[in-house]
């Protein structure tokens, strides 16, 4: 049995823009470097891995290069593999907007920002919901569309697995 093929939803071929977008903010927020090494030495080595910010970010920046392919006019993928891809980007994107501020403070010297904001240098920081971080609701933006593609997937697969091209 031979599985239906059907046009890209025009929100998974939009999708080629936002993974661009992502992929360059996390590359950004993380200063991931242009090359990682996995550590295949054991099964259990990827804890270590799994705990580091930019590791994560590198990881998710390779499945965001796997979808901008796969968003690409005339690349064919199936249903199941967009899905997929986009379930494992949810964790990772939705934590990298409190894992970049996390990084931040960690790297902060904050006896010099002390000094800075007795001294007037350092503005202070937003003290309300209308001054948020404008790059974090891009981010938001962005990862929301990643899902509103998988419905739309789902939508003209009626659910079914089937090739989209």
């Not at 309300?128 to 990862?143: I, M, N, P, S, V």
């Amino acid at each position: 049995m031979s599985m239906d093929v059907v046009p890209k939803p025009t929100e998974l071929l939009a999708l080629h823009g936002v993974t661009e977008e992502l992929f360059d903010t996390l590359k950004h927020w993380f200063d991931v470097p242009d090359g990682v090494t996995l550590d295949l030495s054991a099964v259990d080595a990827v804890v270590h891995e799994m705990a580091d910010p930019v590791m994560i970010a590198a990881l998710a920046m390779r499945k965001l290069q796997a979808l901008h392919l796969l968003a690409t006019p005339g690349v064919r993928t199936s249903t199941d593999v967009v899905i997929t891809i986009v379930q494992d980007l949810a964790r990772a994107l939705l934590q990298a907007p409190a894992m970049r501020l996390k990084l931040e403070a960690a790297h902060t010297d904050w006896d010099a920002a002390l000094a800075g904001l007795e001294d007037g240098a350092m503005q202070p920081a937003p003290t309300g919901a209308d001054e948020d971080d404008l790059e974090a609701a891009r981010f938001e933006e962005l990862h929301a569309a990643l899902h509103v593609a998988v419905q739309a997937v789902l939508d003209v697969s009626d659910g079914d697995i089937v090739y989209l091209e």
